[in-house]
């Protein structure tokens, strides 16, 4: 099993500084991530996270100055060697804020846009269009302004943006923070989607692990710049529940109850991640 | 082209008929662009302007001049509102971007050929944004309390600080975080990057180019051979 | 007492961003206004503070119309904090921010430093006063805004997306600070969509749809009702929906916060144990 993992992330002992800060945003950070991994990257404000995605599609070092230490291939290329225009066609990025990341008048015009910056072909480029509108469900929206957009509809097509640049990995940096919670769910769905479809690795970056868990199969957890947790949700859920808890992290609502009734000793077995893995548990032992 | 044609004779000539017979071409145009409710509220915006006009021109001219010139003023109003109202920022870009000239200096100034157009594009994008950003900013101060127009004039200027500041900063911050969505999506690409999207000249096109051509020619031979009355 | 009386608005462009709207928001009131993205949350919000007046209907502030008196006025019983710091921050440092609303309202010097001082520490701000704000990271900005609208004693607090961005602990202190304001008799409402942070919260929802008001009551009955939840493009607070596949058991439905969830399940369980106990 393990040999037959390809790995696409691959980390050792990375650490950044911005120029002019104190203290250093993320060290010591070594990291494997396998093709088509489903990841949640979360911990407390100013943890790192962001920084640890921004070295992965290459704004840091190439747009962010500071001091570099170890080294990071993202699907066998040195980030560091690289422009970002260069691993912008391995690693797609999507921001928070959709306002600030859709650059075009059109949404078709703005799919369009990574792939005409790679100098394709003009049919290439239609081929890639209609496929990323297809998939994240934006074909419909193509003749519209992306301001005439709702934010979870701006996702989508951000999503395709990036999509359409054919990534093998795409990093959500807080996807959702704008946006209502069936929407927020709606934007996750169509991320793992893309797993699921394409074989796509997804990593997001994001507070409430409730939105992702049901898509997460593995966790990792920043603070201070480390990586203070990093396994299979369910397991780090279950065995560091008070770590997490202690760093602040929102975990479950479901994974808290069910962690104070075992401490109260009214119920064993694994820390659920989600509400029906919960309620099928709790329905079992009821009915006994 | 169109512009430079309406541009030409209002400009060379300061005759109330000439004015008129322009402002009247125009009008199906107007309409063709489906802009004409747009183009009357920019007149009315423009009616305190062209009041002026008339009035400065009245006293230090004649009337008929004065009412030339507001016509002309009129003129130059409804020829940059169609253009600006029926040529998209993106198209505009585009053909930008197909002048020699201009990829030539974007090259020597930014590096890129591409940088110079896409760099109008973002600008007229932003506007709309930016709008919102400095209600926003306006309506949030006001809810602290900050009375924009108390006091005597200077203290006017100084409750203005409070709005500049943020909105000056939040631009700062929102052209940053552009530029890290740009380079994320490959921008500026290499010399070679495509655009899906090509402009092409249609026959119409070529009609109105053909007709601009024939009334700037008529119009410099007119303003070098006879003398048009103002009225 | 603000008083909205069927009010509606609508905007310049033609849009309808609210109709008749009725609510009263006394001191000692805690709600949260919970809706979809565009339901008109923010648009009546500004209409509490009288940035925005109806364009039906009738807003009052104490007795007063909004359409009759100034914005700085109404500011001084009407806090609201916008949702990004970013829109209001602009001194050199976070003591004179937090001293600009005072000063507007023409406080004493004295008063002022008092006010700023205080309030600095209520929010653990104050080992950054003579910082600049724009150094500090977007939870403490927050907190920042958050103070310059609370130094100046509002009677009535309105927080836009006060959650947004936050992680748990910041979320959590928020909470308690929120709690201790509307015991000492301040009302405050908060705009969100936030429904684990309501749910743990515990205020009176109104739950706003497409500009009008499509539900309100406890946290418990609004967020546990599907077709609300769905109208507002919400989702249920887990605990709601774990609770809504126990109902079979005798376990009410109404559940959206973990303490009840565990007391609830606590007294179900134990006596569960002890039966098992019993039978063997």
């Known amino acids: 099993m393990a040999e037959s993992r390809r790995e696409i992330v691959v980390a050792k002992n990375l650490g950044f500084k911005y120029s002019g800060a104190k203290k250093t945003a993320i060290q010591g950070i070594d990291l494997s991530i396998g093709v088509g991994e489903f990841i949640l990257l979360t911990g407390p404000s100013g943890c790192g996270k962001t920084s640890l995605c921004r070295c992965l599609n290459g704004l840091i070092p190439n747009f962010y100055q500071g001091e570099w230490t170890g080294q990071l291939h993202v699907d066998g290329l040195d980030i560091t060697t690289q422009p970002t225009s260069e691993l912008s066609r391995k690693i797609g990025y999507v921001f928070q804020n959709p306002e600030n990341q859709l650059f075009a008048l059109t949404v078709e015009k703005d799919v369009a846009f990574g792939p005409e910056n790679l100098g394709y072909s003009r049919d290439e480029i239609r081929k890639r269009v209609n496929e990323a509108m297809k998939i994240t469900g934006t074909l419909a929206l193509k003749e519209l302004a992306p301001y005439e957009l709702s934010g979870g509809q701006q996702q989508r097509v951000a999503l395709a943006g990036v999509l359409a640049m054919k990534p093998s990995i795409i990093v959500l940096d807080e996807p959702t923070s704008f946006l209502d919670p069936h929407t927020a769910e709606d934007v996750m769905g169509a991320a793992d989607d893309l797993r699921r479809e394409l074989g796509l690795t997804i990593v997001v970056v994001e507070h409430r692990l409730d939105l992702v868990a049901r898509y997460a199969e593995r966790i990792i957890v920043m603070d201070g710049g480390r990586i203070v947790a990093d396994g299979n949700l369910e397991e780090v859920l279950d065995e560091q529940f008070d770590t997490l808890e202690g760093l602040g992290v929102g975990v479950p609502r479901v994974s808290l109850l069910w962690s104070m009734l075992r401490r109260d000793g009214l119920l064993k077995g694994k820390v659920p991640t989600h509400v029906e893995d919960a309620a099928s548990a709790l329905s079992g032992m009821m009915t006994h | 082209m169109l512009v430079v044609a309406v541009l030409v004779p209002a400009l060379l000539f300061a005759s109330v008929w000439v004015m008129i ?56 109003l409804t020829t940059f509102s169609l253009f600006f109202m029926t040529t998209s920022p993106d198209d505009l870009g585009l053909a930008l971007d197909r002048i020699g000239a201009v990829r030539w200096l974007s090259r020597k100034w930014l590096g890129y050929p591409n940088a110079l157009s896409f760099t109008f ?93 024939v009334m700037i020619v008529v119009s410099v031979w007119v303003f070098l051979h006879y003398r048009v009355p103002v009225f | 007492m603000i008083r909205l009386e069927r009010v509606s608005f609508r905007y310049p462009s033609g849009l309808l961003a609210l109709h008749d709207i009725d609510l009263t928001i006394q001191g000692g009131d805690f709600l949260a206004i919970m809706g979809e993205n565009g339901a008109g949350k923010t648009t009546l919000a500004k209409q509490l503070n009288g940035l925005l007046k109806p364009s039906e209907g009738r807003v009052t502030v104490d007795g007063e119309d909004t359409r009759k008196v100034s914005v700085a006025h109404l500011a001084r019983k009407v806090g609201l904090v916008f949702q990004n710091p970013d829109h209001l921050l602009f001194s050199e440092t976070v003591k004179d921010e937090v001293a600009f609303g005072l000063k507007n309202f023409g406080f004493t010097p004295e008063v002022v430093e008092k006010q700023v001082g205080r309030t600095l520490e209520a929010l653990g701000l104050a080992e950054y006063a003579d910082t600049s704000p724009f150094l500090l990271s977007g939870g403490e900005r927050k907190r920042v805004a958050l103070a310059s609208i609370l130094a100046t004693e509002p009677d009535y607090l309105i927080l836009d997306e006060p959650t947004i961005g936050q992680d748990y602990q910041q979320k959590e202190r928020l909470r308690n600070f929120i709690l201790q304001l509307y015991s000492q008799g301040k009302a405050v409402v908060m705009i969100t969509h936030d429904v684990e942070f309501v749910a743990e919260a515990n205020p009176k929802v109104i739950l706003l749809s497409k500009g009008g008001i499509v539900g309100q009551g406890s946290a418990e009955s609004v967020l546990s009702r599907d077709e609300m939840v769905n109208r507002a493009s919400l989702v249920k607070p887990q605990m709601s929906r774990l609770f809504g596949s126990l109902a079979r058991f005798g376990l009410p439905r109404d559940v959206v916060d973990v303490h009840r969830a565990r007391l609830l399940l606590e007294e179900k369980l134990g006596g569960v144990k002890e039966t098992v106990t019993t039978n063997s």
Do not use: H, M
């Not at chain 2, 009041?51 to 009337?63: A, D, E, K, P, W």
């Open chain 2, 21 to 76: 017979i322009l402002l009247l071409s125009q009008l199906p145009l107007l309409f063709i662009g489906r802009v004409a409710r747009r183009w009357a509220l920019s007149l009315r915006a423009g009616v305190f302007l062209s009041g002026l006009i008339f009035v400065v021109n009245f006293f230090t001219g004649s009337l008929f001049s004065a009412i030339a010139l507001t016509l002309r003023f009129l003129v130059l």
């Open chain 2, 121 to 213: 594009t973002t600008a007229v994008r932003l506007v709309p944004t930016l709008a919102v950003d400095a209600q926003t900013v306006v309506d949030a101060q006001r809810s602290r309390g900050l009375e924009l127009d108390k006091g005597n004039l200077f203290r006017r200027i100084r409750n203005y600080i409070p709005i500049l500041i943020p909105l000056l900063l939040i631009a700062i911050r929102r052209s940053l975080e552009l530029a890290e969505a740009l380079e994320s999506r490959g921008f500026p690409g290499k010399e070679g990057r495509t655009s899906l999207f090509q402009l092409k000249l249609k026959g119409p096109d070529y009609a109105v180019i053909a007709v601009s051509v």
